[in-house]
């Protein structure tokens, strides 16, 4: 499941504060802020958003809910989700009926903030295992077909006949750029850092 973090949380408070003339509170999965334009609510727990998790629906506080309830405002308190799951909660401070539209808004940027980060983390995956299994294929010296099954999973097309380059290069700071380069030069060609300054390239035969 995706954790909603503090820096994406203040990001997406940040953001929405810019153009709103409200204050925005994001909260975790718990009910704690994690992301506000009021500092000094940070880190407590916001019993409207501990109601919007529990329920999984929208909940309005208006100036009399707000005195009945620990650590909130009147306001529109949504549920955040990301592909269909509850991972936090946002809410607008203010009357409901000013704020409902605002709320909205909010929610379908913060969205969009948190799809674009649990995308970028699941890139940064996909590339650690790739590597970590062409380095078993290429590297261990030892049986490798669990990689190979691995690496099929992965469409790496492990069947493919390769010839293996050791590219070493003058300044080990040029590795990542050049690794990037050529991983786009050949189809199908794997790209494994080996040390500091040098890199198996295996581009098919």
Known sequence: ????????AQEI??????????????????????????????YTRHEGAQLVLANNRAVEIDSAAASALRG???????????????????????EP??????????????EML???RNDHQHQIWLQKRTEDVLSAILLSGQSAQR???EAQRLGLKPDL???????????????EQVTRWI???????????LHASGMVWCPPR
Do not use: K
């Open 97 to 110: 009926e000013e704020v409902r539209t605002f709320a909205e808004m909010v929610r379908m940027t913060a």
């Open 13 to 42: 408070a940040d953001r929405a504060m810019a153009i709103l003339p409200r204050n925005v509170n994001v909260m975790d999965s718990q009910g704690l802020i994690i992301g506000t334009g009021e500092a000094e609510r940070l």
């Open 161 to 175: 006949r390769r010839t293996a380059i050791l590219l070493e290069l003058a300044n080990p700071s040029d590795i």
């Open 183 to 193: 991983q786009h030069q050949v189809a199908d060609a794997w790209c494994v850092p």
């Open 147 to 149: 990689a190979i099954v």
């Open 72 to 94: 909130v405002q009147e306001g529109v308190n949504l549920p955040l989700c990301l592909d269909g799951q509850l991972i936090g909660v946002i809410g607008v401070s203010g």
């Open 1 to 8: 499941m995706f954790d909603l973090d503090h820096s994406l």
């Open 114 to 116: 948190v799809a674009q």
